[in-house]
């Protein structure tokens, strides 16, 4: 797969927009360095609550599950750039309102 950033969403970062993107953790550094005011969030859920979310959804097996709530984990460890955890266990409007937060204080 070739994942890449469009011309469309910096040209409208460059105009004062802001643009949401769904990145890997090795193209967290990339980004940064392209958009200057970057802000990684981190959406999790407790550990619990994402393996009773997984498992309802019935595509993995719990061996699955349990290594990528490990993975979940360990996700922002050594990563050399400050990021704001949303937590979404408790549903999405609690989740929406830390977003939007997350998002005002960047735009401050």
């Given at each position: ?85 949303i937590d979404n266990s ?17 735009r401050q």
């Open positions: 797969m070739r994942y890449a950033i469009p011309r469309s969403a910096c040209d409208a970062v460059a105009a004062g927009g802001i643009v949401m993107m769904n990145l890997s953790r090795g193209a967290l550094l990339q980004a940064a360095a392209l958009f200057p005011r970057f802000l990684p969030l981190y959406i999790h859920a407790r550990p619990e609550i994402l393996a009773a979310r997984l498992g309802a959804r019935g595509r993995e097996t719990a061996e699955d599950i349990a290594a990528r709530i490990i993975r979940a984990g360990q996700w922002a460890e050594g990563l050399p750039l400050p990021v704001t955890t408790d549903g999405l409007e609690p989740a929406l309102d830390q977003f939007l937060t997350a998002i005002r204080k960047a």
